[in-house]
């Protein structure tokens, strides 16, 4: 089981050098990666229709994770470095797999690029892209991402995206692996059929009924990668612990998901009141010594 950290951007008031601190201790104190969610724009809930159904608003800040992880690239020397997830269809399919090739490279191989449709219709209008059709379009954009990763020279004709005779360079020196994170059954079965990976998280606030529906949602995705002759064998499975929010809860949460054959785990620290960098430090370092991790205290 390989345990990381997510990144608790939306508590630390995008405060700088906060990323530092907290990528170079995470590492320090042993766990496998840290990742960032994703959001471009946050907007006001109220008074739309349909309403907005995430958790986020206008006064939620995120770092963009490109930016933050190519930081982290030239800070680190080990940690995996994770988008969790990168919302795909509202970007440009080839400017994406040129940043997310700059970010493997700089950093050694070590992107995991986690993928979603994400929930945002404002954020999809404000960068000129169509929400009902993003779930079609990240279809496509994996595909096409991936081809031009591997290819020297390209043509690709999609519904959405495009390519005559051109490429991205530099390329990776890999295949970056993709995984797929989401809540819905259309996001089960096209992490079953093209996802080196899955991300799972669960929106509610009881850790019994988390670990209950990701245990539910782990089983469709275990259904779909059969219904494409496909195996677990070499397919990751990422939960993001939203609701285990505590030391003993957390360690708990991670044994039942390693023995349903969960391969890595996200321990969260937002939500917990911690006011301050420091805090959230602090509570990593007891998750690490509880889990086994290290027993060496954070950078400050």
């Known amino acids: 089981m390989k345990i990381g950290i997510v990144y608790p951007q939306t508590e630390l008031r995008g405060r700088p050098e906060a990323i530092g601190q907290i990528g170079l201790s995470a590492e320090e104190l042993g766990f496998n990666h840290i990742l960032f969610y994703d959001h471009v724009v946050g907007a006001v809930h109220a008074g739309r229709e349909p309403k907005l159904q995430g958790p986020y608003t206008e006064a939620d800040p995120f770092h963009d994770p490109f930016v933050a992880l190519g930081y982290l690239a030239g800070i680190t020397e080990r940690i995996e470095l994770v988008s969790g997830v990168l919302i795909l269809p509202q970007r440009q399919t080839v400017l994406v797999a040129q940043q997310a090739s700059d970010v493997d490279l700089l950093s050694g191989e070590r992107l995991r690029l986690g993928v979603g449709t994400g929930w945002n219709y404002v954020e999809y209008d404000a960068l000129g892209q169509d929400f009902a059709s993003r779930g079609a379009r990240m279809t496509e954009q994996i595909e096409f991402m991936r081809a031009l990763w591997t290819n020297d020279l390209l043509t690709f004709k999609g519904q959405f995206d495009s390519i005559d005779r051109g490429n991205i360079n530099p390329r990776p020196k890999r295949s970056i692996p993709i995984w797929v994170g989401g809540?819905?059954?259309?996001?089960?079965?096209?992490?079953?059929?093209?996802?080196?990976?899955?991300?799972?998280?669960?929106?509610?606030?009881?850790?019994?009924?988390?670990?209950?529906?990701?245990?539910?949602?782990?089983?469709?995705?275990?259904?779909?990668?059969?219904?494409?002759?496909?195996?677990?064998?070499?397919?990751?499975?990422?939960?993001?612990?939203?609701?285990?929010?505590?030391v003993e809860a957390t360690a708990d949460t991670i044994k039942r998901w390693q023995d349903a054959g969960g391969t890595h785990a996200s321990v969260v620290t937002m939500g917990m009141g911690l006011e301050t960098t420091e805090a959230h430090l602090d509570y990593m370092a007891n998750v690490a010594a509880k889990v086994g991790l290290s027993s060496q205290a954070p950078s400050s």
């Open 183 to 246: 809540f819905s059954e259309p996001a089960f079965r096209r992490g079953g059929k093209l996802g080196d990976g899955f991300i799972f998280a669960g929106p509610t606030d009881s850790v019994a009924g988390q670990i209950t529906g990701v245990l539910d949602a782990w089983k469709r995705v275990q259904e779909h990668l059969t219904d494409n002759e496909r195996t677990t064998q070499g397919f990751g499975a990422d939960y993001v612990m939203l609701a285990s929010l505590g």
